[in-house]
């Protein structure tokens, strides 16, 4: 395990750290994208000591057997908070998705998606302002896929009362402690009755403990994405289980930009991680161009938890200054060339920090 020490500048002698939380910096571009991160956080003097562990590829290169060690596991556990960089899955063949254990594994059930229309960042959409709430731990995604006979596969798609029941309560606590409005459903349930019937079942009943507070819709997904790309502003909190979740951030993301500029976060009952949303990029991996906003946004989630979980109130101060930085950059055309600038990596991380409180 290494350590990275991040004083605050007026503390550099002493590096006296408040808090502690583990950094995976992840495959391809990860290590690039997570070291700008950090060095914004040292500028903004954030006190923190990272505690690096590896998953993926990144660990298997290391000499693990597993691309998700006991040991990142267990400094999780410990720690109880994470910044995670990209990790590589394979198409089709090889090891399983790192990001599905690691949710499967901590009970991270509640995945969330914000995703905000960008100053600086032009898009056919403006005002968009909505958040994407997913459960993260059953539907196809509980991975049980069997060859039946030759040629013929089957996946197996898990629904529980339990896991809806909780990923509904989460989001309308997400939506009501954020002075979000409205919630709306995306499902099948016309197709398929149990599974996604059981899913707006749970939400609907958990949806009369709010009412006059959130209000509440239910659309079927192919017409719902339909109505997302002709005027997204309509929408404010979107709930989901994983499959349709999963597909319906990404689409979203498009709408402001991709996913170079999304955040992400995983919440448990007692675990989060914060990650960013794009893939590792091997293609463009070492070349200093990959854009650090994906991580640096989840990271400024990761300090309004933080605030939050640790009655630490000064996070959330730095973290409102850290994303003024970066729209202020945006806004004066200081990009990476994902998003129509020439910067790269480390000169987009120069831009937030010269923006940033003395």
Known sequence: MDAILIPSHNLTLKKIMTIQAVLIPGDGIGPEVSAAVCRIFAAAKVDIQWLRHDAGLAA????????LPESTLAAIREHRVALKGPCTTPV???FSSVNVALRKTLGLYGAVRPIRSLAGVPTRFENVDLVVVRENTEGLYAGIENEITPGVVTSLKVATELASRRIAEF???YANDRGRKKISVFHK????KMSDGLFIRCAKEVSQKWLGKIHYEELIIDAACMRLVQDPTRFDVILMENLYGDIVSDLAAGLIGGLGVAPGANFGDEYAVF?????????IAGKGIANPLSLLMSGVMMLNHLAVTRDLPKLKIIGDHIRSAYDRALQDGEKTGDIGGKLSTEQFADAVIKRLPA
């Open 275 to 283: 990650e960013a949303v794009h893939g590792s990029a091997p293609d």
């Open 60 to 67: 298997v290169q290391g000499g693990s057997k597993s691309t």
């Open 171 to 173: 989001a309308f606590r």
């Open 189 to 192: 349930a016309n197709i398929m």
């Open 92 to 94: 089709g063949t090889g």
